[in-house]
């Protein structure tokens, strides 16, 4: 069995897969903060579809970017849970976990906050160059080189992702960490 | 009786601590990961600075600290943490995973208000006997407290403005003093001789305290000093005001011990590091034959055993959370009046 976990914008997504078939999923709009809804939801589909923590074998939480706090929480359970019961954690991100929805040959992922875009440019599947964060403005004239490309966001297959991640690595607990993309001000001119 | 152990989990500021405390009194062993060195580059805490690390380190401490035991979850009775108050984004790391530790070793979660560790941090020290006194003085509170049982607040007096480690730090700022502040002022106090003329804080009946004008003194005689071109003896100057801000602790909570005939005096909060205070409290005690108790150093400073001790009568209680509890950056474990 593995569990799935998506922390990184208002919505808490959690999956039990067996293989690569999905078992249930369970969506819910955190309208203040993930941390009353996030293991409350992690336990009720444990439940619900009538196993236990113990029969997990792998753990899948998509890193980032997104909402830091949001993503923070959801690494910070799923690298606890997988170091705790001693199983297999992978991680993806947001934009590459998006990019699985489409098949567009060409297409951009974007995943918003407030004051801006994380944006992957795709090619035939293939994320070309690193994802990067632009401001709205930046990315008003940003797109308009890419009138070409479909544009997709917020959108998981779940069973996508699983097949997508087979063949990778596994990560030793500790070292699964967030990727935030975006600077801290306080560390700007540092 | 069985032996409790509860383990405590403290993310609430720049310290990464995991401890666990058998029976709310005895420490059994604690990790804490402080973060100081990090943000000193910065002359403070930088909250998301802290919350990353909490994430990146805490699997690592909870590793560190089952190697210096040969307990393991399975004799943990319940899982602790800190919900309130402090930094938000650092609160949740350990609260979420506190809430996992306890789903996944089918253990109760307690949620523990940071204040109420530092008071039975002096638990671990001498067992509380009630009624007692406690002073509890922080960045954040200054207060005379007659508990009557546990988690029972009586406040006898508060401060009207600044609480005391808050004009510690604003004292460091002016003097250009290097983070962390507070402590920085009895450094160089320890050097320094209280030459400096400072207001005593209005002598009465009452058992609050007040702060402000100490710190406004110090502002202006610093500003005062520098137009006229003379150059402030720092050394001296901190050891002016720290002499002045204690005595006004030791002599309310004087006046605290006579208005309620306590037999017992606790000091709880991050000032209680404070070596001065704890020197003036010793001698307070000894001239009001009351039974004194000041936390270890290393249970002044934010950790996690004091957590796990303040969570025992919770525990007794069954004062159990669900796990769609939060975490809050202010939240009162009593009201001042």
């Known amino acids: 069995m593995i569990l799935f976990i998506s922390t990184y914008n208002e919505k808490v997504i959690i999956g039990i897969l067996e293989k690569d078939k999905l078992i249930l999923k369970k969506e819910v709009i955190s309208n203040r903060s993930h941390s009353l809804t996030l293991v409350p939801t992690i336990d009720a589909i444990i439940k619900e579809v009538n196993i ?18 949001g993503v923070r929480l959801g690494v910070t359970v799923a690298k606890t849970l997988a170091y705790t019961l001693k199983i297999n954690i992978k991680t993806i991100t947001s934009i590459e ?49 890419y009138r070409a490309y479909k544009i997709i966001s917020d959108n998981l297959d779940l069973e996508k992702i699983v097949k997508y991640l087979k063949n990778i690595k596994n990560i030793n607990p500790h070292l699964v960490n967030p990727i935030y993309i975006k600077k801290i001000e306080a560390l700007n001119g540092k | 009786m069985k032996d409790i152990y509860i383990l405590g989990v403290e993310t609430s500021c720049d310290e990464t601590s995991i401890s666990i405390v058998k029976n709310g009194h005895v420490d059994v062993a604690t990790t804490v990961l402080t973060q100081m060195d990090t943000h000193s580059s910065f002359g403070g805490v930088v909250p998301e600075i802290a919350s990353r690390m909490h994430t990146e380190n805490i699997t690592l401490v909870l590793e560190d600290l089952f190697n210096k035991t040969d307990l393991t979850m399975n004799d943990v009775d319940a899982v602790a943490v800190t919900y309130a108050p402090g930094l938000l984004g650092s609160l949740l790391v350990g609260l979420e995973f506190a809430k996992t530790l306890s789903l996944v070793y089918q253990k109760p979660l307690i949620k523990v208000h940071h204040l109420a560790g530092h008071i039975y941090a002096n638990n671990l020290e001498d067992k509380l006997e009630f009624p007692l006194l406690a002073l509890i003085v922080s960045g954040g509170h200054t207060e005379l407290v007659l508990m009557e049982d546990d988690y029972k607040f009586n406040v006898l007096g508060a401060t009207l403005d600044d609480a005391v480690g808050e004009v510690y730090d604003k004292v460091a700022k002016v003097l250009d003093l290097p983070y962390p502040g507070g402590p920085n002022i009895e450094k160089y106090a320890l050097d320094g001789k209280p030459t400096y003329l400072l207001p005593k804080s209005v002598v009465n009946d009452e058992l609050n305290f007040s702060f402000s004008g100490l710190k406004s003194a110090v502002i202006n005689l610093v500003h005062n000093e520098k137009q006229k071109g003379n150059e402030i003896n720092k050394y001296n100057l901190a050891s002016s005001f720290q002499t002045t801000a204690i005595e006004q602790l030791v002599r309310k909570t004087k006046d605290a011990i006579i208005k309620t005939n306590s037999k017992r005096l606790i000091i709880a909060g991050g000032v209680s590091a404070n070596k001065y205070l704890r020197c003036e409290m010793t001698k307070l005690a000894i001239e009001t034959n009351i039974k004194l108790s000041i936390p270890k150093m290393k249970y002044c400073t934010d950790n996690a055993t004091m957590i796990a001790a303040a969570a025992y009568p919770l525990y007794l209680k069954k004062e159990f959370s669900a796990y769609d509890i939060n975490a809050k950056s202010t939240d009162k474990l009593f009201t001042d009046f």
Not at chain 1, 54 to 68: A, M, R, T
Not at chain 1, 104 to 123: H, M, Q, R, T
């Open chain 1, 52 to 69: 236990t923590l113990k029969d997990l074998q792998e753990i899948i939480v998509i890193n980032g970017p997104g909402s830091f706090t």
């Open chain 1, 97 to 145: 976990a998006i990019s699985l929805s489409d098949n567009s040959p060409k297409k951009i992922v974007i995943v918003a906050d407030n004051k801006g875009k994380y944006l992957g440019v795709f090619e035939n599947n293939k994320l070309i160059n690193k994802i990067i964060y632009l401001s709205n403005t930046e990315y008003h004239f940003f797109i308009k080189d």
